[in-house]
């Protein structure tokens, strides 16, 4: 089946380092979103992109897609203790459902 | 605006017990409604979603089964729960726009 492959699996960064996780498909994507869950909670939607080679920013985090809408990145500058969680992308191959990456699991050393 | 409700929140089973799982949308109409299974420290799984009432599509065959008896509930069962069906269970909803907006989740110990 369609899949999304996300890296790295898991990421510890000293606070106030950069934190960057990436989504990669073989594939050209229509869409692709991002979502943040908190230790405990549950997936948050942050933003979908569907433009090649857009760029949007929310506060400290900037999202990008691909030029061949292949892949995706999400970086989030200066991080805070408030970042911690995972953060997973996930694609809509026009099927009803979403297809979700495995996520990368952020970690914050205060 | 949308609200998506599930519960119980928590929940501990033993194993060969039934089980059933609710969950209620508001402020939508004719939502797509999905369950999820995440492991502890894992991703999510989708296990089933539906379109419409009495739709439903399943993902991964296993002992749960799924119902949609109203617009806007979605009920994840078991006649006989197993040790691996222990984990956080979510649903969430969606409209044409594809995003997704998940319940709080249940937490399933089953022991």
């Known amino acids: 089946g369609q899949q999304v492959m996300q890296i790295p699996q898991y990421q510890h960064v000293q606070e106030g380092e950069d934190f960057t996780t990436y989504c990669n498909s073989s594939t050209t994507l229509s869409n692709i979103q991002w979502y943040k869950q908190r230790p405990g909670g549950h997936p948050v939607f942050l933003i979908q992109l569907v433009k090649s080679g857009e760029v949007k920013k929310q506060k400290r985090l900037t999202f990008q897609f691909g030029e061949a809408k292949k892949n995706s990145s999400l970086h989030i500058t200066a991080t805070q203790t408030t970042d911690v969680g995972t953060y997973f992308c996930a694609v809509d191959f026009g099927n009803e459902k979403l297809t979700f990456g495995t996520g990368t699991r952020l970690t914050i050393i205060p | 605006s949308q609200t998506i409700h599930q519960w119980p929140a928590t929940l501990v089973q033993p194993v060969g017990s039934p089980l059933s799982l609710e969950c209620t949308v508001e402020?939508?109409?004719?939502?797509?409604l999905y369950w999820y299974r995440q492991a502890a420290g894992r991703g999510l799984q989708l296990l089933f979603y539906?379109?419409?009432?009495?739709?439903i599509s399943s993902e991964v065959p296993q002992n749960l089964s799924a119902s949609r008896p109203q617009d806007r509930q979605f009920i994840l069962s078991s006649k006989k729960l197993l040790l691996s069906d222990s984990g956080f269970y979510l649903c969430a909803w969606s409209d044409l726009a594809s995003e997704q907006y998940f319940g709080p989740g249940t937490r399933l110990t089953v022991t």
């Open positions: 539906s379109v419409g009432i009495g739709q």
């Open positions: 402020g939508t109409s004719n939502p797509n």
